[in-house]
């Protein structure tokens, strides 16, 4: 299995300020006949199911404001939020959907300082 | 607007079995695989398997290997998990999702199911 390890566990950020999310999968999740990175960005916030903010690694899911960002490639991505703002408030996950079973990393959970 | 209506919570006990329902609306069912994923409380989320409704294959995670059965109806737009011999660790919120080639873009509410004695 692909393990997916986030960092860091949680973080605190400024209002306004810039909030990144690091992800690491035990393997490259990069599809090279496609040269596509199988790579999925989660939000969760309590009591909701997970909405996906980001795919490919780096393409916005629509309806996602832009300040929600994806980079990376292989095997180390990030999210980045570039100006946090209330409503950010959630966990995030990592998912790699290369290869089954799809597993997720274990989570970071952003707040406000 | 697509959506996933799960059924509502269950409480069992150790041994017994569940089977959470996840009734589809608002796209073609066909189309998208419906995943199934868990989360126990306060910690992450786990992938369980997918069936495929247009064929009614499914693909489970090893760890869920004879334990559980994934289906589908499609008079109804309805795809369902039965989760046997239920243990105490397997109390979380269930979801079904949908997707296919990308990620899950839509998730059910979730369903949570409690194992206790």
């Known amino acids: 299995d692909i393990v997916m390890t986030q960092s860091p566990d949680s973080l605190a950020v400024s209002l306004g300020e810039r909030a990144t999310i690091n992800c690491k999968s035990s393997q490259s999740v990069l599809y090279s006949s496609n040269n596509k990175n199988y790579l999925a960005w989660y939000q969760q916030k309590p009591g909701q199911p997970p909405k996906l903010l980001i795919y490919w690694a780096s393409t916005r899911q629509s309806g996602v404001p832009d300040r929600f960002s994806g980079s990376g490639s292989g095997t180390d991505f990030t999210l980045t939020i570039s100006s946090l703002q209330a409503e950010d408030v959630a966990v995030y996950y990592c998912?790699?959907?290369?290869?089954?079973?799809?597993?997720f990393g274990g989570g970071t959970r952003v707040e406000i300082k | 607007q697509v959506q996933l209506v799960q059924s509502g919570a269950e409480v069992k006990k150790p041994g017994a079995s569940v089977k959470v329902s996840c009734k589809a609306s608002?796209?073609?069912?066909?189309?998208?695989?419906i995943h199934w994923v868990r989360q126990a409380p306060g910690q992450g989320l786990e992938w369980m398997g997918w069936v495929n409704p247009d064929s009614g294959d499914t693909n489970y995670a090893q760890k869920f290997q004879g334990r559980v059965t994934m289906a589908r109806d499609t008079s109804s737009r309805t795809a369902y998990m039965e989760l046997s011999r239920l243990r105490s660790d397997d109390t979380a919120v269930y979801y079904c999702?949908?997707?296919?080639?990308?990620?899950?873009?839509?998730w059910g509410q979730g369903t949570l199911v409690t194992v206790s004695s």
């Open positions: 999702a949908r997707g296919f080639s990308l990620p899950s873009d839509h």
């Open positions: 608002g796209y073609s069912f066909t189309g998208y695989y």
């Open positions: 998912q790699q959907y290369d290869t089954l079973p799809l597993t």
